[in-house]
């Protein structure tokens, strides 16, 4: 009965569930209220139901769907498109050479000239520097490119979407098509339109390699695309460096560079790695219009280009505020080569066919390098020289034209000018192309006849009025320049004077072969007149002809064949290909008749028409010339170092007023040779001694009245030929 009475311990399964069978925060082990029921029989028999949605309209079903659609549709397209790019990417990365194969990309190769001393002061073709990466051109020029061309270059994957949409932006905002100017296009992209998106240049299906080139430049929606899968392609195949390094080398600079290591060869005389932050800038601003932007063009308007850059160079963080300023107020400058573009003249002519076979020259596959005998001090005293004669003594607005040969007595050509603009090329070259009537300047060689067959200087030729019968043309009668005759006067004295009928008779006297034989020996090529007026220069000649054959004489009688080129060799070649093809040849005349022979022209110099060539305290020798109506004048003279021919006319052959060939290009020879000697230990003309017979100064045997107008003419034209 005890037991009955005592509390029961509650079960295990009571202390289990009786949190929860229990009422809220009673006790568990205490009974429930009566009037609750237990939870269990509560919920007994029903089941509790979800709210039912409400239906949704027809249209949001039908959004619902469209958009439904368009999602499957663009995701499914957009594997599509991907799985076609990846296979076209796949495509052009199998067909991508190696690297080594893409940096020199030229057509053509390159011939260098360098002057006498070792100097390169020309360039031809397509010069290349050689081989460069992004890793060893200088950092300032890896950073201006990068700077000017493609600032997130490091960070895209070849394709710039950013820069694309900022392109069409512009060109529409400016008026033109989307695709029209600005491109937009990345550092891939424009390496790979360099190489012409792996299409090379095939003679046979392009008319010619400038509209190879133009096809690879055009744009259109299909070659940029075709261009955009080429620089994916690109991006998976080489490193960033590399696709730099591509571009660096094979990007057009101007000048005739092709490469940065070029351009900084022709315009700084430096390597790629030793550009300042100046120079790379101006090098980085050809990228964008490097013909225009040349600094051998427009060297102020290059420089403008640079600052712009130095500037983007200093909001990307590769330059200070400092270094900016100093740079941008210390702007690059050209090399003395590029600044005096010496020898344009000359170079073109080294690179004639005559001179040059054309697999060596203007169509060379391989890089050339060629020494020739130019110099350039003696080149810049020539083009100053022929300068400061326009400058001072020539009419303003005058068109005559001038040019200029300077040779040693071997025929090595030390200096060349073509025209009076001095800084060009590929332009009309009037000392090697122009052949022009000679004039008096053709009298030697019937003197240098007669004296070689034993004629002496003072022997005496009777000047008088002479009329010839010529079969054909009936009957000529020359006359002197100044319409007076002499009587009898010695060779040297008509030589000197350039009186016309004594130099007819002697040829006449000696034959006219012979002096046809004399003169073509001495290097004059062209076709030589039949006629007697063979002695008066009726013939054509070129300058550089005549100053050849006049360095004959000045060597003593021998033939010259005037040269420029002394080695070519390629490329990292020690072994030269060509040597030398000119110089000294066989005899013409006796050493006797030829120093006969100076003597007597260094009387012209001295005391007869070529007068204005004196050069003080050197022994000058050499003949005036002027032919018909006045419209070539000549002037080839010599000291015991060099032989210098000018000749003036108009290409047009108008007649020059007032000038004869001892006026103004005797005053330019005085010019060139008094710039060319300066400095120089004068020394003798080859020696000779005269004998005299006759020493007398002959009298006009008539002499026609002249009013004053006709005296001043006379003292205008500057007195005999």
């Known amino acids: 009965m005890r037991d009955s009475k005592k509390k029961r311990s509650p079960l295990v399964a009571d202390n289990r569930y009786g949190a929860k069978r229990s009422g809220r925060g009673k006790p568990a082990g205490k009974a429930p209220a009566k009037s609750a029921k237990p939870a269990s029989k509560a919920k007994r028999g029903t089941t509790r139901r979800k709210p039912t949605p409400k239906k949704r309209s027809l249209l949001g079903r039908l959004w619902a769907w469209?958009?439904?659609?368009v999602w499957t549709i663009t995701w499914r397209v957009a594997m599509v498109v991907a799985t076609i790019i990846g296979l076209a990417v796949g495509y052009q990365y199998v067909l991508l050479p190696d690297l080594d194969a893409l940096l020199d990309g030229r057509a053509q190769g390159s011939v260098t000239l360098m002057d006498r001393n070792g100097d390169v002061f020309a360039w031809r073709g397509d010069q290349f520097g050689g081989v460069v990466t992004a890793s060893s051109v200088s950092p300032h020029l890896k950073n201006a490119v990068v700077a000017t061309e493609d600032k997130r270059f490091y960070n895209h994957f070849g394709v710039s979407p950013r820069g694309v949409a900022s392109a069409v932006r512009i060109n529409l905002r400016e008026g033109r098509g989307p695709l029209q100017g600005h491109g937009g296009s990345t550092i891939t992209q424009q390496t790979a339109k360099l190489l012409c998106l792996g299409v090379e240049f095939d003679k046979d299906q392009w008319k010619s390699e400038a509209a190879y080139v133009a096809d690879c430049r055009r744009t259109s929606m299909t070659r940029k695309i075709t261009e955009a899968i080429y620089a994916l392609a690109m991006e998976v195949k080489y490193s960033k460096d590399e696709i730099?390094?591509?571009?660096?080398?094979?990007?057009?600079m101007g000048g005739g560079a092709y490469g940065v290591e070029a351009a900084g060869q022709v315009y700084f005389g430096k390597n790629a790695a030793e550009l300042s932050p100046a120079e790379s800038a101006m090098i980085?601003?050809?990228?964008t219009a490097p013909t225009r932007l040349a600094p051998t063009n427009n060297l102020e308007r290059s420089q403008d280009r640079a600052a712009t850059i130095l500037r983007l160079m200093n909001e990307q963080g590769y330059l200070s505020n400092e270094q900016t300023l100093f740079w941008q107020e210390n702007p690059a400058t050209l090399s003395e080569a590029a600044q005096a573009k010496a020898g344009g003249y000359f170079a073109d002519w080294i690179m004639r066919p005559e001179n040059l076979p054309d697999f060596l020259g203007q169509k060379t596959t391989e890089d050339v390098i060629i020494q020739?005998?130019?110099?350039?001090?003696?080149?810049?005293?020539a083009e100053e020289g022929l300068q400061w004669v326009f400058e001072n003594n020539v009419r303003k607005g005058s068109e005559a034209q001038a040019a200029v040969v300077v040779m040693s007595a071997d025929g090595a050509v030390r200096a060349m000018i073509g025209g009076r603009q001095t800084k060009v090329s590929g332009a009309f070259n009037r000392a090697v192309q122009a052949k022009r009537q000679t004039g008096s300047a053709f009298k030697p060689f019937v003197y240098g006849t007669a004296l070689d067959l034993g004629y002496s200087h003072n022997d005496l030729v009777e000047d008088a009025p002479l009329c010839m019968n010529i079969p054909g043309s009936g009957e000529w009668c020359p006359r002197n320049y100044t319409n007076e005759y002499y009587g009898d006067v010695t060779l040297e004295w008509a030589l000197a004077n350039s009186l016309n009928i004594p130099a007819v008779k002697i040829s006449e006297s000696v034959g006219r072969d012979n002096v046809r034989k004399v003169a073509a020996d001495f290097g004059i090529e062209s076709?030589?007149?039949?006629?007697?007026?063979?002695?008066?220069?009726?013939?054509?000649?070129?300058?550089?002809?005549m100053t050849g054959a006049y360095a004959g004489i000045l060597n003593g009688g021998s033939s010259v064949t005037p040269y420029g080129l002394v080695e070519l060799r390629l490329q990292g070649e020690d072994e030269p290909m060509m040597g030398t093809a000119g110089g000294i040849g066989e005899r013409v005349i006796t050493e006797g008749a030829a120093r006969e022979l100076i003597y007597m022209m260094s009387k012209v110099v001295s005391e007869g028409s070529g007068t204005r060539a004196q050069l003080p305290g050197w022994e000058v020798a050499g003949k005036t010339g002027t032919t018909s109506a006045a419209k070539d004048a000549w002037f080839i003279g010599f000291t015991a170092d060099y032989v210098t021919g000018v000749w003036m006319g108009y290409d047009d052959n108008t007649p020059l007023t007032g000038v004869t060939g001892g006026g103004l290009p005797a005053e330019i020879w005085k010019q060139v040779m008094t710039r060319v000697s300066d400095g120089e230990i004068p020394r003798a003309l080859p020696g000779f001694t005269p004998s005299r017979n006759a020493n007398r100064v002959p009298e006009p045997v008539r002499n026609n009245r002249e009013n004053v107008l006709e005296q001043l003419l006379r003292g205008i034209l500057g007195g005999r030929n």
């Open 66 to 69: 469209f958009w439904g659609l």
């Open 372 to 381: 020739t005998t130019l110099d350039q001090r003696i080149q810049t005293a």
């Open 527 to 545: 076709d030589l007149a039949d006629g007697p007026a063979l002695a008066l220069g009726a013939s054509e000649s070129s300058l550089l002809e």
């Open 244 to 252: 730099l390094s591509i571009y660096l080398n094979r990007a057009y």
């Open 284 to 287: 980085a601003g050809l990228l």
